[in-house]
Nanobody, 123 residues
Framework: QVQLVESGGGLVQAGGSLSLSCTAS????????MGWFRQAPGKEREFVGR????????YYSDSVKGRFTISKDKAENTVHLQMNRLKPEDTAVYFC????????????????WGQGTQVTVSS
């Protein structure tokens, strides 16, 4: 079992920045990928990006590439999502999740999920 807890959501104006964190506990060694997803009201859950615990390799969706950055703190078992130049369309509940699939971009490829944290970007 892996437990994930997100934190850091909130309200920010367009153009601003926000940082989310996801702290993992439990059998974290069994899952090498930590991904971030988001879900806006009435929309499907959308892949944002992912990072490997075991290497310096990350990957982002086109909608956030160049604005969002994922980093990790292995000592704290925590992954961060730094979001810059935020837009109103970035408003969503953000989730972190784990996968054993290095190429995973679909929610179905992730098996453990956090509870989500709300990010609201005002125009």
């Amino acid at each position: 079992q892996v437990q994930l807890v997100e934190s850091g959501g909130g309200l920010v104006q367009a153009g601003g920045s926000l940082s989310l964190s996801c702290t993992a506990s439990g059998r974290t060694f069994s899952r090498d990928i930590m991904g971030w997803f988001r879900q806006a009201p009435g929309k499907e859950r959308e892949f944002v990006g992912r990072i490997r615990w075991s290497g310096d390799w990350d990957y982002y969706s086109d909608s956030v590439k160049g604005r969002f950055t994922i980093s990790k703190d292995k000592a704290e078992n925590t992954v961060h999502l730094q979001m810059n130049r935020l837009k109103p369309e970035d408003t969503a509940v953000y989730f972190c999740a784990t996968s054993g699939n290095w190429g995973a971009t679909m929610p179905s490829q992730y098996d453990y999920w956090g509870q989500g944290t709300q990010v609201t970007v005002s125009s």
